[in-house]
């Protein structure tokens, strides 16, 4: 079974402060995706990454899959309090399978 | 567009009650899963249907079934709950393999 460990597992910090959470693996991935889930709701797709050593901007967060494509980082610039929530990633292996695996996410509080 | 609805949000049954989540979707996704999610063990695999008219366990299908009733619905059934079974369920669709997910808003059961 493949793993992904995120870490850390929980970070609260102010309002306009930096942060990178961290997805890492032994394997390699085929891609690789990151998920934001708000309180209360199912997590929501914010991208996926294919290429080792792929870079992806999306507004104030910016995704980076590893030069060997067995781990990933989100960092996020100023963060708000809207960037609040869980941060997922997930891992689709090299083989066929179409199931990804899950990490078991990153816990970010942005206090106003 | 509704994308994927599970219904109900919320339920309480008692150890041993029988209950059937819903999901029900309309962008003509292919594959359809459940999953359910609790706190520090992150999304775990119980279901999925690579497309109508089929079904695969997944990591944790005991005390589960399914059935993929047509293209837009997936339903699980829990025949006999267990508290072990307390968690928040959720169904999520893919259009092709390794395609990003597209979750529900999630059920929230809780078995006493």
């Known amino acids: 079974t493949q793993l992904l460990e995120q870490s850390p597992q929980f970070l609260s910090i102010q309002e306009g402060e930096n942060l990178t959470v961290y997805c890492n693996s032994s394997?390699?991935?085929?891609?690789l995706q990151w998920y934001r889930q708000e309180p209360g709701e199912g997590p929501v797709l914010l991208v996926t990454?294919?290429?080792?050593?792929e870079v992806k901007k999306l507004k104030r967060l910016t995704f980076q899959f590893g030069d060997a494509r067995k781990d990933s980082s989100l960092h996020i610039t100023a963060a708000q309090p809207g960037d609040t929530g869980l941060y997922l990633c997930a891992g689709f292996s090299s083989g066929g399978s179409y199931i990804p695996t899950f990490g078991r996410g990153t816990s970010l509080i942005v206090h106003p | 567009n509704a994308g994927v609805t599970q219904t109900p949000k919320f339920q309480v049954l008692k150890t041993g009650q029988s209950m059937t989540l819903q999901c029900a979707q309309d962008m003509n996704h292919n594959s359809m899963y459940w999953y359910r999610q609790d706190p520090g063990m992150g999304l775990r695999l119980i279901y999925y249907s690579a497309s109508e008219g089929t079904t695969d366990k997944g990591e944790v299908p005991n005390g589960y079934n399914v059935s993929r009733l047509n293209k837009r619905e997936f339903s699980l059934r829990l025949e006999s709950a267990a508290p072990s079974q307390t968690s928040v369920y959720f169904c999520a669709t893919q259009e092709r393999g390794k395609e990003g997910y597209t979750f529900g808003s999630g059920t929230r059961l809780t078995v006493v």
């Open positions: 990454v294919v290429t080792g050593g």
């Open positions: 394997s390699v991935f085929s891609s």
